[in-house]
């Protein structure tokens, strides 16, 4: 059975940092693209950062230069480090398996403001 559990959001002041993580339980993990998603009060879920299981990764052109996504395969963790963070950035974060489309953990809400 396959466990997402988030976890590093919280208040913080615009320009500010966030360290995210995302343990995750199930042999997919290792071969298997994993994706940020965050979901703002009234609006769709978004995805906002990927990273194959060779490395790569992809953002969305909003976080783009500011979010940095790593994994950590024999520890079956993916990290998402936000800087310069912005009110706009205020959600709840979530991690998936990309495009596999496992059941969501319970996310961790990030708030941006003064």
């Known amino acids: 059975q396959v466990q997402l559990v988030e976890s590093g959001g919280g208040l913080v002041q615009p320009g500010g940092s966030l360290r995210l993580s995302c343990a995750a339980s199930g042999s997919f993990f290792s071969s298997n693209a994993m994706g940020w998603y965050r979901q703002a009060p009234g609006k769709q879920r978004e995805v906002v950062a990927v990273?194959?299981?060779?490395?790569?990764?992809h953002y969305a052109d909003s976080v783009k230069g500011r979010f940095t996504i790593s994994r950590d395969n024999a520890k079956n963790t993916v990290h998402l480090q936000m800087n310069s963070l912005k009110p706009e950035d205020t959600a709840v974060y979530y991690c998936?398996?990309?495009?596999?489309?496992?059941?969501w953990g319970q996310g961790t809400q990030v708030t941006v403001s003064s």
């Open positions: 998936n398996a990309y495009g596999l489309g496992f059941s």
């Open positions: 990273i194959t299981s060779g490395g790569v990764t």
